[in-house]
């Protein structure tokens, strides 16, 4: 069969959207056949595929799945470039709440549709993992501070953390920051994709969590991070114990639309 699909971007995080209002979608449980699309030498190529599908009680349902055909947990860039997908079909406007695996979010989309602000989940916890932290923002987080970030093995260091005896059943994204004063600059080596990718918006959220309890900010915080693929803004108001109204900002763009057999 044809299968008609788009292609959007959010800070060179790539994805693969589907329109399934219409639930004619045939790969939900064929995760062979999703991690073919996301190939970039056999399929389409992307870090991801999401399939937009009707919910009651929302404007629509994200389903999200990682470049190895699984079916994922949340994906801040992902959820972000859905946002602007779900305006591009004309089924919101300028704001949108909408169903993930994680729970409910709300995103703010810009009127030309090209900048998406996403709410995340709360945060409550970071654990410690020697001189890294380890914490949930809808996706699981390793995070550490590094010097020299634009030459770090972002790859072979990532993947070794990612399958130690500590991580290796359930996975983890494991995120490289370095603190460049006005801004910190992030790398991330991502699970389900089991590469570095050039931007992941749950790392950054996680980042950005860390570095404010690492150095004892308190009230609203704006943190700017530098990615590969460009520059993504993380807002929230921190306690102390509790991080909330957590915002990932940044740019949704999309790319090109086509039809592929399957």
């Not at 995103?107 to 020697?130: F, Y």
Request: aromatic share 12%; proline share 2%.
């Amino acid at each position: 069969m044809h299968l008609n699909f788009y292609k959007y971007e959010g800070a060179g995080n790539d994805f693969i959207l589907i329109d399934n209002r219409n639930q004619s979608f045939p790969l939900v449980n064929k995760p062979d056949a999703i991690k073919k699309l996301c190939n970039r030498h056999f399929g389409i190529g992307a870090d991801g595929l999401m399939v937009l599908q009707l919910k009651e009680g929302y404007d629509f349902e994200m389903l999200y799945f990682n470049a190895d055909g699984k079916a994922g947990s949340m994906c801040g860039n992902g959820g972000r470039c859905i946002a602007a997908f779900a305006k591009h079909l004309e089924i919101v406007s300028s704001e949108t709440t909408f169903l993930a695996v994680d729970g409910s979010h709300y995103a703010k989309i810009s009127e030309n549709g090209n900048w998406v602000s996403l709410q995340m989940i709360d945060v409550n916890r970071i654990l410690t993992d020697g001189e890294a932290f380890v914490l949930n923002t809808g996706s699981p987080h390793y995070v550490l501070s590094v010097k020299d970030i634009e030459n770090k093995d972002v790859y072979h260091e990532g993947k070794t953390i990612r399958n130690n005896d500590t991580y290796k059943a359930e996975g983890i994204n494991v995120n490289f920051v370095e603190d460049l004063g006005d801004h910190y600059f992030v790398r991330t080596f991502e699970r389900g994709v089991e590469d570095e990718t050039f931007a992941c918006g749950t790392g950054v959220t996680a980042v950005a969590m860390t570095m404010a309890k690492k150095k004892g900010l308190r009230g609203k915080i704006h943190s700017v991070i530098k990615v590969k693929g460009g520059n993504l803004k993380v807002n929230f108001n921190f306690d102390g114990t509790s991080f909330r109204n957590v915002f990932l900002e940044g740019p949704a763009r999309f790319v090109f639309l086509g039809t592929i057999d399957i």
